[in-house]
């Protein structure tokens, strides 16, 4: 069973930066593609990024990009989601999520929430203007 623990959000000014963990558990990371996404009150959660398992393929959602970059530390079995130059609209409910990777698809990334199996608990960023 794989779990996931997220931590990292807060509140920041627009213009700062966070990063937010998401360490795993029950699998390595070359064995899971991750995604963060995020909700906002009163919206649908939305695609901001994923990692393939493989770590080699990243994708961006694109208001996102070139501002936000996921990273991994194999030895904490933990990937990261680095922001910066948040934007009062960044302000949401962040969730990493992950899936088994299966033997041909380590460099695959997925986009929609129900391509993955597990979630983690959430954690809040606010960005203040």
């Known amino acids: 069973q794989v779990q996931l623990v997220e931590s990292g959000g807060g509140l920041v000014q627009a213009g700062g930066s966070l990063r937010l963990s998401c360490a795993a558990s029950g699998r390595t990371l070359s064995s899971l593609a991750m995604g963060w996404f995020r909700q906002a009150p009163g919206k649908e959660r939305e695609f901001v990024a994923a990692i393939s398992a493989s770590g080699g393929r990243t994708y961006y959602e694109p208001s996102v990009k070139g501002r936000f970059t996921v990273s991994e530390d194999n030895a904490k079995n933990t990937r990261y989601l680095q922001m910066n130059s948040l934007k009062p609209e960044d302000t949401a409910v962040y969730y990493c999520?992950?899936?088994?990777?299966?033997?041909?698809?380590?460099?695959?990334?997925?986009?929609?929430?129900?391509?993955?199996?597990?979630w983690g608990q959430g954690t809040q960023v606010t960005v203040s203007s």
């Open positions: 999520a992950a899936r088994l990777r299966t033997y041909l698809s380590g460099t695959m990334y997925y986009t929609l929430p129900s391509d993955y199996n597990y």
